[in-house]
Nanobody
């Protein structure tokens, strides 16, 4: 499995912005890559982990959860083996531990069931939005 390392979490006031980054231990492009897509999940206290956004590493196609559409932007930099999540207009309900994810072998990355069956996870970075 690929190793993932997140960075960029922190405390921000409601309405503010944060940018998260995730670096993969393997190439995200080229003939040696085994990763097709990467993305982000989040988990708030007492709630189930939920999908946020993902991006295909070859063509850059993106997919967002409804709550992220229009506020969050996911991007990739294959030269650095990284993906970023730019989060704007943050709300208190965005407070959660944010996890970087890489595609599981048996299903789409936006499927929590597939991710829990074999996807790769980072350790998580805390995002706290104060109201």
């Amino acid at each position: 499995q690929v190793q993932l390392a997140e960075a960029g979490g922190g405390l921000v006031q409601a309405g503010g912005s944060l940018r998260l980054s995730c670096t993969a231990s393997q190439p995200t492009s080229g003939p040696h890559t085994t990763i097709k897509s990467m993305g982000w999940y989040r988990q708030a206290p007492g709630k189930e982990r939920e999908f946020v956004a993902c991006i295909s590493l070859n063509i850059g196609a993106t997919h967002y959860a409804d709550f992220a559409e229009g506020r969050f932007i996911i991007s990739r930099d294959n030269d650095k083996n990284t993906i970023d999540l730019q989060m704007n207009s943050l709300k208190s309900e965005d407070t959660a531990l944010y996890y970087c994810a890489a595609d599981p072998p048996g299903g789409p990355i936006w499927s929590l069931q597939a991710m829990e069956s074999g996807g790769s996870w980072g350790q998580g970075t805390q995002v706290t939005v104060s109201s």
